[in-house]
């Protein structure tokens, strides 16, 4: 069936660092591809998308590239901040009337200052 | 204010109990959608709605029951839960089913005694 995986966390990082975490699908089809992030005590707030081979979604300096090829959806960011520590999903669609996003476990990122 | 709005933020009940989780959306939405969210796992997709009718029931226990009166509430009712059905339960929205963004509330963290 179809899947996601991320790389498992938690990621700690020092402020104005760079960062990867890494996202890899399966699934038939040309499905559409999500990050979403997660705040404490919050829910769940779409980051960007991208819903075809090549498109690079981004947005709030965090940006990901839909790798049709290598089936990946690495979401990157040049120089991370405290404000971005959160759990990040990556997700999937695959645009059909009556489904849903499939999610990854989700990464947690930690940033200090 | 996230347009989806979930009450209570917090419950304990005990095994025997029959208790209530709300969800309400003012973002003039067709779909609506309870996830359940455990440490270290993927989010799970319990129940999709779209127009008020069901189009998704991921063999859920029966002890979980959604409702959707309208295109702006969902309910999912509990009964006999189990400890391990703790867990922060998610609902969310969207235009549509498919690859629509998901409008998510802040979860109810649900704990069973």
């Known amino acids: 069936g179809d899947s996601v995986t991320q790389m498992e966390g938690p990621v700690t990082l020092s402020e104005e660092a760079f960062l990867t975490i890494n996202c890899t699908y399966t699934?038939?089809?040309?499905?559409?591809l999500f990050w979403y992030v997660q705040y404490p005590g919050e829910g769940l707030q779409l980051l960007l998308k991208?819903?075809?081979?090549?498109d690079k979604g981004s947005n709030k300096g965090f940006e990901a590239t839909y790798r049709k090829e290598t089936t990946s959806f690495h979401l990157e960011k040049g120089s991370v901040q405290v404000s971005d520590s959160a759990v990040y999903f990556c997700?999937?669609?695959?645009?059909?009337?009556?489904?849903?996003?499939?999610f990854g476990k989700g990464t947690t990122l930690s940033v200090s200052s | 204010e996230t347009g989806v709005t979930q009450t209570p933020r917090h419950l304990v009940m005990g095994m025997t109990n029959k208790k209530s989780l709300k969800c309400e959306q003012h973002?003039?939405?067709?779909?609506m959608y309870w996830y359940k969210q455990s440490a270290k796992k993927p989010l799970e997709l319990m129940f999709v709605?779209?127009?008020?009718?069901?189009?998704e029931n991921n063999s859920v226990p029966s002890r979980f029951s959604p409702e959707c009166p309208n295109s702006s509430h969902l309910f999912l009712h509990l009964h006999t839960l189990q400890p391990e059905d703790s867990a922060l339960y998610l609902c969310?929205?969207?235009?549509?089913?498919?690859?629509?963004?998901?409008?998510f509330g802040n979860g109810t963290r649900l704990t069973v005694t």
């Open positions: 997700a999937l669609s695959k645009g059909q009337a009556g489904t849903a996003l499939i």
């Open positions: 991208a819903t075809k081979a090549d």
């Open positions: 973002l003039g939405h067709n779909a």
């Open positions: 709605y779209s127009l008020e009718e069901r189009v």
């Open positions: 699934a038939t089809g040309y499905p559409s």
């Open positions: 969310a929205s969207s235009q549509q089913t498919g690859d629509s963004p998901l409008h």
